[in-house]
């Protein structure tokens, strides 16, 4: 299950986030998510784990709690979706030329 862990403190790092939710079960992977122009954390990130019941007390678990002086928000969050669009947007973003989104998927 995908979780969305938002408020977090800007110094937080993935190993202080995954310390958090380990309490609760087995995290498979820890992203916080960071400013593509300065690389500065974004106060937000998102958490998998396999195992739903072990996600879903993680959730309730840390929901409003108060960590670093703010309270986390925790939510279930689906993963991003790769769309023809995204594909796209991914691909001239990397410097390569995309003339229509459905042809990156075609490629």
């Known amino acids: 299950m995908h979780i969305f862990v938002g408020n977090l403190e800007f110094s937080a790092t993935e190993q202080d986030v995954r310390q958090l939710f380990e309490r609760y079960g087995v995290v498979d992977t820890v992203r916080i998510m960071t400013d593509r ?8 990130g998102f ?16 929901q409003g709690a108060a960590v670093g002086g703010a309270d986390l928000k925790c939510q279930s969050g689906e993963a991003p979706r790769r769309t ?6 991914a691909l001239v973003t990397a410097g390569r030329r995309v003339t229509a ?6 490629a």
């Open 37 to 44: 122009e300065t690389g500065r954390p974004r106060g937000f």
């Open 101 to 106: 989104p459905w042809a990156a998927v075609a």
């Open 84 to 89: 023809a669009t995204t594909t796209a947007r």
């Open 47 to 62: 958490v998998e784990m396999s195992d739903d019941t072990a996600a879903r007390a993680a959730i309730t678990g840390l």
